[in-house]
């Protein structure tokens, strides 16, 4: 079946650091790809989304670019914040949608 | 503009109990689903709808029931509460047939079971 891998976490960086979460799918035909963020106490929120290969998602900095070819979404951000310490998943949709289990970013002043 | 709603917050019940968590969406959304979200086990999908009038079982189903009679509504019943569905419960729902629509979640249920 479906399925997503997201590398483990916790993450911890630096204010201003580079980020990079790592994300990989498993899925018959072409899926839609999302990244979501959840901060402390809430729910989801979508963050970027990917309809086709080679597309590239973004929004508030961040990025991810479907690759088709190594069936990766990794979500990266050229210079990160406190502000975006949250758990982020990555996502697929296909027959229904499937998630990765999170990586949880802590970002330090 | 609501989205999704969620109701209670939370919740305490006692092993036995039962109770129905409400989630009521106004976007017009066909697919409506339910999630329990527990540490190390990731988001777990419980329930699925993708029409009035039609369901499905997800990963976790057992000691679940759910309806929908409209569109709008998907209330998830808990027939005899258990320490094991001590959780946060999420709702959800997306356009049908539009494989790019993303789920939109409303902000959880925190469920605790004694």
């Known amino acids: 079946g479906d399925s997503v891998t997201q590398m483990e976490g916790p993450v911890t960086l630096s204010e201003e650091a580079f980020l990079t979460i790592n994300c990989t799918y498993t899925a018959t035909g072409y899926p839609s790809l999302f990244w979501y963020v959840q901060y402390p106490g809430e729910g989801l929120q979508l963050l970027l989304k990917a309809t086709k290969a080679d597309d590239k998602g973004s929004n508030k900095g961040f990025e991810a670019t479907y690759r088709k070819e190594t069936t990766s979404f990794h979500l990266e951000k050229g210079s990160v914040q406190v502000s975006d310490s949250a758990v982020y998943f990555c996502a697929l949709r296909s027959q229904n949608f499937v998630f990765g289990p999170g990586t949880r970013l802590s970002v330090l002043p | 503009n609501a989205g999704v709603t969620q109701t209670p917050k939370f919740q305490v019940l006692k092993t036995g109990q039962s109770m129905t968590l409400q989630c009521a969406q106004d976007m017009n959304h066909e697919y409506m689903s339910w999630y329990r979200q527990d540490p190390g086990m990731g988001l777990r999908l419980i329930h699925y709808s993708v029409g009035a009038g039609i369901t499905d079982q997800g990963e976790v189903p057992n000691g679940y029931n759910v309806s929908r009679s409209t569109t709008e509504d998907f209330p998830l019943r808990l027939l005899s509460a258990a320490p094991s569905q001590t959780s946060v419960y999420f709702c959800?729902?997306?356009?049908?047939?539009?494989?790019?629509?993303?789920?939109?979640f409303g902000n959880g249920t925190r469920l605790t079971v004694t």
């Open positions: 959800a729902s997306s356009y049908s047939g539009r494989d790019n629509s993303p789920l939109h």
